[in-house]
């Protein structure tokens, strides 16, 4: 049941990740996680490479919806500044959240030229996965999270030291 879930890359962060690579894979759509995937939770500042990466990717022909579990303000602030569609209170693992970023990236019509940036294993993985959608699994900016993460992130690492044992490294 485990490898049904395992995420198709891991990556230490956003900046590791291939997108000429994703490109030659058919990969034309990114549904990408915002807290602890491109800024730290409870922050608002993007950071000017963050801005860089995200232009690098829309040059190279990506479309970009942003989706987040966190409430309408916060996720409304980030969307204005870097200028994405947004997903707000998506509900991940829920298949919802990714469906309605689906509609806005491809006007609903299912598509699996499309890859999951996040970093949790719970929500961001299992939801992508749930729909069979290509998943970028990425380290947290950082240690300071809401408290229901830390506590699901003792869980994660296990699975994900799974995952590492299972491919021999």
């Not at 490109?23 to 800024?39: A, E, F, M, P």
């Not at 690098?56 to 309408?72: D, T, Y």
Request: proline share 3%; hydrophobic share 40%; aromatic share 10%.
């Amino acid at each position: 049941m485990l490898k049904r879930f395992k995420p198709d890359i891991i990556c230490n962060n956003i900046f590791e990740i291939d997108l000429e690579k994703l490109k030659s894979r058919g990969i034309n759509y990114l549904i990408i996680d915002i807290d602890n995937t491109l800024v730290p939770w409870g922050e608002l500042e993007i950071k000017s490479e963050v801005l860089s990466w995200i232009r690098k990717a829309q040059e190279l022909g990506f479309r970009i919806c942003l989706v987040s579990n966190n409430q309408k303000e916060r996720v409304k602030k980030i969307e204005n500044v870097l200028g994405l569609p947004s997903v707000y209170n998506a509900k991940k693992p829920l298949k919802s959240g990714f469906l309605k970023a689906s509609y806005i990236l491809h006007e609903g019509k299912k598509n699996h030229q499309t890859a999951v940036i996040g970093d949790q294993f719970f929500t961001d993985v299992i939801g992508a996965k749930r729909l069979k959608l290509f998943v970028i699994l990425v380290r947290p900016l950082k240690e300071r999270e809401f408290f229901v993460t830390r506590i699901n992130r003792i869980f994660e690492r296990r699975i994900l030291k799974y995952y590492m044992k299972d491919e021999g490294k």
